[in-house]
C-alpha cells in the first residue's frame, strides 16, 4: 500500500460518511445507533480516519488470518 492509495480509500470513506448525512432517515438512523450504542459520532469517526497511517494497515494486516480460499470456474450455474 502506498499514500496515495490510502488517501483515495480515506477520501472514500469519509465521503461516504458524509453523503449518508444527506439523506435524512439514514442521517437519523447512524446518529441515533450511535447515541444508544455509545460510539462516536461522524465527525469523530472522520478525523479517526483521516489519522490512520500506513504503519496502521501494516500492523492491523499482521493480525489477519488466512479462512477460506475460493475458486471461481468459467461457466454459467447449470455447470
Known sequence: IDSKILNIAKEFLI?????MEDSPFGSLSFQLENIINNRPSTN????KIKDVTI???IEVSK???????FTLLPGGNDE
Open 15 to 19: 465521503n461516504d460518511l458524509k453523503e
Open 44 to 47: 469523530q469517526i472522520i478525523d
Open 63 to 69: 493480525l489477519i488470518k488466512l479462512d477460506t480460499i
Open 55 to 57: 504503519n496502521d494497515i
